[in-house]
């Protein structure tokens, strides 16, 4: 596998397939490997940065401030207390799309995420990008600042859908707007390997995968109520419950694709 560039796109546009769970796991994993990391919360919903017990309502500045020009990106970005910088959105980015459609004659609509991070992405060795779970611009914007994409996908029907949707749209950023643009590869999330509706999904998306020669890895993300109590509680999974399966996944990932 290629050497993993700098900044990740965590994408996916359904709903409830990994994707916070994911970028918060890496982001913390790599933070105690002695990492420097940029988390970006890029979804409206503000998940993310419920797992650093921060409420999206009561953020007074995000990225979309940043986007509208009341402040700069660095006064945007907050220290958590384990080593991982995030840069947090709420509902205002929701109006990212109308913002991007009434300026796009002066500005380039894929490009408004890279432009604000440009002048700080030196600063960390990796940027996690937590993407909405839609195709709209706002995941246009992550793929156009991204090296690279992990794309979280349990074992179902719906999600493998999505994934040839999101690939449709990761050929047309790549040709219009990056194309340095890459698949590292396809994690399996929320995953029961004793179903028998997992086994033959999981097997459906290693077929398409392998037709379309997108690399699934090795670890899968096993299942866990944990996941959910650590972002009720505020803390990220690593550190509510280092000994849990998931975590534990989470960890061997990390050694499979970062090395660390």
């Avoid at 859908?161 to 690939?167: C, K, Y």
């Avoid at 000994?243 to 996944?249: F, P």
Wanted: aromatic share 10%; proline share 5%.
């Amino acid at each position: 596998m290629s050497k993993i560039a700098n900044i990740i796109a965590i994408c996916l546009q359904k709903g409830g397939v990994g994707k916070t769970t994911t970028s918060v796991c890496l982001s913390t994993i790599l933070a105690q490997k002695n990492k420097k990391i940029l988390l970006i919360d890029f979804d409206p919903q503000g998940n993310s940065i419920l797992s650093f017990a921060y409420k999206p309502e009561d953020i007074d500045k995000t990225i979309y401030d940043v986007f509208i020009d009341n402040c700069s990106i660095n006064d945007v970005i907050i220290k958590t207390d384990y080593n991982v910088d995030i840069i947090p959105s709420n509902l205002s980015l929701a109006k990212f799309d109308m913002l991007v459609e009434h300026n796009r004659d002066e500005y380039n609509p894929a490009h408004w995420l890279n432009n604000v991070i440009a002048e700080i992405s030196g600063n960390y060795d990796y940027i996690i990008i937590d993407s909405p779970p839609s195709l709209g611009w706002l995941t246009v914007n992550c793929l156009s600042c991204a090296n690279g994409l992990i794309v979280p996908m349990p074992p179902e029907q719906f999600a493998l859908s999505g994934l040839n949707d999101l690939l449709s749209t990761f050929k047309m950023v790549k040709e219009d707007y990056n194309p340095e643009l890459k698949i590292y590869g396809v994690l399996m999330t929320i995953f029961t390997a004793r179903t028998n509706l997992a086994a033959n999904v999981s097997q459906e998306i290693q077929k398409f995968c392998e037709q379309h020669d997108i690399r699934v890895f090795e670890t899968a993300i096993r299942r866990s109520v944990r996941i959910g109590e650590a972002q009720f509680i505020g803390q990220p999974p690593i550190i509510y419950s280092p000994t849990n399966d998931a975590v534990k996944d989470y960890l061997e990932f990390c050694k499979e694709v970062f090395g660390v």
